[in-house]
């Protein structure tokens, strides 16, 4: 039983209302195709669980969904909130493209929201700053540069944020920063597939194949940190029905980011100093992102519902063990030892 999330490794809370499953705050279930998803209320990415521990839950979910009054559903979709706050998303038998517009639609959507409301409550500080200083005479020209380097914060983020810490299949530690996704490209492998020259701090790698795949499933989501419309997500989705599913979409945004994700500008020891929301991964259009996360996502799924269950539970340990170092990651030793005094240990 895994308890954090395979993307941003965050918690994934718990339940009261599944005995066999008691983790999640919001579950959801396919009964016709046995499949059951954690979904996380931070990144709202969905978790498939491991397949030994989906049977009984499912049961359990559809018979807890069938009993509560407090749900809304359409032929296809049905969401229900049981008394414990948890909730359940049912899934009928939806066309693919239907389900990944509802699935997608809502993840970006919350995404989005969310962003909007972080950066909609700066701007109102800032321009409260401002006012003050008018108030108290001050020359808002004395501290213009500050002012407007806090709005281009408040909207694409801090350059130097890690935002993701990537373990390879060597078992390093990549700590990525939001700069260095603005220096980070894409390309076809050696393959054919999928290649990602990944920036990190104090140095560059490039990494193909499913090693790739996986990397790439874990920054993508940061470039596309202000989610998407439902009309975005809509042309997202029919982009990647069109060329035939994921992993073609994959290898035809492969293609395409060899020229729109070079970084162009000044060079340093570890490559070209790129601009977030400019240069690098963010080269790509706002419909190639959100296309490219998705299509990474069910890709990933799919391997796992073909019998590759081992990477999916390889992933979750590693998200375990990630989370589990960034929480003691930058504690002193002194610390440390003194935490696990009070713990007993």
């Known amino acids: 039983m895994y308890s954090t999330c395979l993307f941003c490794n965050q918690p994934l809370g718990t339940n009261s209302a599944l005995d066999s499953f ?17 979904v996380c209320r931070k990144c709202e990415r969905w978790n498939l669980s491991p397949l030994d521990e989906r049977w009984e839950a499912i049961e359990q979910a559809e018979q807890r969904y069938t009993e509560t009054r407090r749900r809304v559903a359409t032929s296809q979709i049905g969401l229900a909130r049981l008394s414990d706050g948890t909730e359940l998303v049912r899934i009928g038998e ?31 500080a800032l321009g409260g700053l401002v006012i003050g200083g008018a108030t108290m005479g001050v020359s808002v020209g004395g ?19 890690i935002v993701a810490k990537v373990r390879t299949d060597a078992g390093e530690m990549l700590p990525v920063r939001r700069r260095h996704l603005a220096e980070s490209m894409i390309s076809r492998g050696s393959d054919g597939t999928l290649a990602l020259d990944l920036r990190y701090k104090n140095g560059q790698s490039r990494f193909e194949g499913p090693e790739a795949m996986r990397i790439a499933s874990l920054v993508v989501p940061k470039v596309n ?55 690098g991964l963010y080269g790509l259009t706002p419909v190639e992102r959100l296309g490219l996360e998705m299509a990474l996502h069910e890709d990933a799924e799919r391997r796992a519902m073909t019998g590759e269950l081992a990477l999916l539970e390889a992933a979750w340990r590693d998200a375990e063990e990630i989370a589990a170092i960034a929480d003691d990651m930058f504690l002193p030793e002194n610390v440390k030892s003194s935490m696990e005094r009070l713990r007993g240990k």
Do not use: C, N
């Open 22 to 38: 008691p983790i999640g705050r919001r579950l959801a279930f396919d009964p016709a195709k046995g499949r059951l998803w954690v």
């Open 225 to 279: 940190r202000f989610g998407g419309s439902r009309d975005t997500v809509a042309m997202a989705v029919s982009h990647i029905e069109s060329v035939g599913g994921p992993e073609r979409y994959v290898e035809q945004v492969a293609k395409r980011g060899e020229v729109l994700t070079a970084v162009q500008g000044k060079r340093h020891r570890f490559g070209r100093k790129g601009r977030v929301g400019k240069t």
């Open 143 to 161: 501290f213009g540069w500050a002012i407007s380097q806090f709005g281009r914060v408040l909207v694409q983020g801090s350059d130097e944020t």
């Open 94 to 124: 939806p066309l693919r493209p239907e389900f990944a517009a509802w699935r997608y639609g809502d993840q970006f959507g919350r995404r989005r929201r969310r962003q909007m409301l972080i950066v909609g409550g700066g701007i109102a």
